[in-house]
């Protein structure tokens, strides 16, 4: 069974709307973490935003920030005010267990900004 | 501060050879990792290093790959001999479990730039 799960293969979004991004995970273990990462066409991992599982409170970064439905195992990125420079793939992992240490990423998004 | 450093950016090579990707961490950081990113199958962990140490090497493919980590600033990654399915960008990542002034790590993984193999 897949981990991690994120459904939108691409997104096609106008600049400066908000656009969220979906990802839904499983796991059984009531401790672990939650990362976003995205990754340019120059094509390194940029990390984003972390969710712990018993944070009490969504994460916010910038412009970013995590829906956290611990409920629905759903974790999803929100950007606000997207720009151009968003456009890249971007990733959801899972650290799974307390004291893990190795991440579980998803198959992604392609997140495409249009002017 | 330098980030995690791979080299070669770029790798040609054809099919039976040996290939060496190398990496240096970010210094302090005790926890190394090497993951594999195609197409088909997204980004995979091959294995793992705490304070030079391998722990998880569940993912690497077979006999064909090996890991080391001589000291903490240095780790190698070697497909011997290489196919053309061994094609991939390899990423090396680190991250650092200390907490700093009482806050807790998040343990975000800080990755390379990556290592481009073609395997003809």
């Known amino acids: 069974a897949q981990k991690i799960t994120q459904t939108q293969p691409g997104m096609f979004v106008q600049e400066k709307e908000a656009v969220t991004l979906d990802c839904t995970y499983d796991t059984s273990d009531p401790s672990y973490g939650l990362f976003w990462y995205k990754q340019p066409s120059s094509g390194e991992m940029i990390f984003l935003i972390y969710q712990g599982s018993y944070d009490q409170q969504n994460a916010t970064e910038g412009r970013y920030s995590l829906n956290f439905q611990k409920a629905r195992k759903s974790a999803n990125l929100v950007i606000s005010a997207s720009q151009l420079g968003d456009s890249a793939m971007y990733f959801c992992?899972?650290?799974?267990?307390?004291?893990?240490?190795?991440?579980?990423f998803g198959q992604g998004t392609r997140l495409t900004i249009n002017p | 501060d330098a980030g995690v450093i791979q080299s070669p950016r770029h790798e040609v090579t054809e099919m039976g050879q040996e290939v060496t990707l190398r990496c240096k961490p970010i210094s302090g950081h005790n926890s190394l990792f090497w993951y594999r990113q195609t197409m088909m199958r997204g980004l995979e962990l091959l294995i793992y290093f705490n304070n030079n140490v391998p722990i998880d090497d569940s993912g690497m493919p077979e006999d064909r790959f090996s890991a080391k980590m001589p000291n903490a600033s240095f780790s190698t990654l070697k497909i011997q001999p290489s196919e053309p399915r061994d094609s991939a960008v390899y990423f090396c990542?680190?991250?650092?479990?200390?907490?700093?002034?009482?806050?807790?790590?998040?343990?975000?993984?800080?990755f390379g730039e990556g290592s481009r193999l073609t395997v003809l």
């Open positions: 990542a680190s991250r650092f479990k200390v907490w700093l002034a009482g806050i807790k790590p998040t343990g975000e993984l800080f």
């Open positions: 992992a899972m650290r799974e267990g307390k004291g893990a240490q190795k991440l579980v």
